[in-house]
Nanobody, 129 residues
């Protein structure tokens, strides 16, 4: 079992920045892919960014590439999402998720939220115009 706790959301003006953190605890290991998803009211939950726990390999939603950066600190068991040049359309609840892949020869960053095994409680990000 893995527990995920997000923090860092808030209200920011368009063009501003926020950094989200996701602290993982419990049975963590290097055989995880960590992802950030978001869900706006009335919309499907969508993949934002993902990172392999054992490498620097990342994947981004096209509309955030170049503005958002996902990173991890293995020593702190924490994943970050640095969000710059925020736009009103980035407004959503942001969730951290973990995809356990214990038998994979090589970890794969998946974009479907149903593929992830553990979820945080979510943190609200609101970008005003």
């Amino acid at each position: 079992q893995v527990q995920l706790v997000e923090s860092g959301g808030g209200l920011v003006q368009a063009g501003g920045s926020l950094r989200l953190s996701c602290a993982a605890s419990g049975r963590t290991s290097s055989r995880y892919v960590m992802g950030w998803f978001r869900q706006a009211p009335g919309k499907e939950r969508e993949f934002v960014a993902g990172i392999k726990w054992n490498s620097a390999s990342t994947l981004y939603l096209d509309s955030v590439e170049g503005r958002f950066t996902i990173s991890r600190d293995n020593a702190k068991n924490t994943v970050y999402l640095q969000m710059n040049s925020l736009k009103p359309e980035d407004t959503a609840v942001y969730y951290c998720a973990a995809d356990r892949q214990p038998f994979a020869l090589e970890l794969v960053v998946k974009t479907l939220w149903t593929e992830y095994d553990y979820w945080g409680q979510g943190t609200q990000v609101t970008v005003s115009s």
